[in-house]
C-alpha cells in the first residue's frame, strides 16, 4: 500500500495515485516521531540478558502503535481528492 507524507490530504482532482494510496500528514508525523521516542525508551531499559526480546519488542511495537498491522490506521489516512473544477 502506498503512502506519501504530505502537508495536505486532499490531491488535485486530476493528479494521479493509486485508489488505496495513505497520507501521513504533519500531525501525524508529530504523533508517529512521539511514539517512536518512548519505543526507542523503553527499548534501550529492556534487560539485554533477556531471552525473550524478540517478544518484548513485538510487544512494545504493539504499545506504541507501531506495529506493521497497526501503523496505517493508527497514523494514515485515505489520500483524498478534489472534485473536479465545474468548467464554465
Known sequence: MPVVVARVTECEWDASFPDDTRVLDATR???VLD???S???DLVTMDPQ???QAERVRSLLAKHQ???DQF???HTT???KK???KSG
Open 72 to 74: 496505517l490506521n493508527a
Open 66 to 68: 507501531l506495529a506493521q
Open 35 to 37: 511514539r517512536l521516542l
Open 39 to 41: 519505543f526507542v525508551h
Open 78 to 80: 485515505r489520500l483524498g
Open 29 to 31: 508525523l508529530e504523533g
Open 83 to 85: 472534485r473536479r473544477p
Open 50 to 52: 533477556d531471552e525473550s
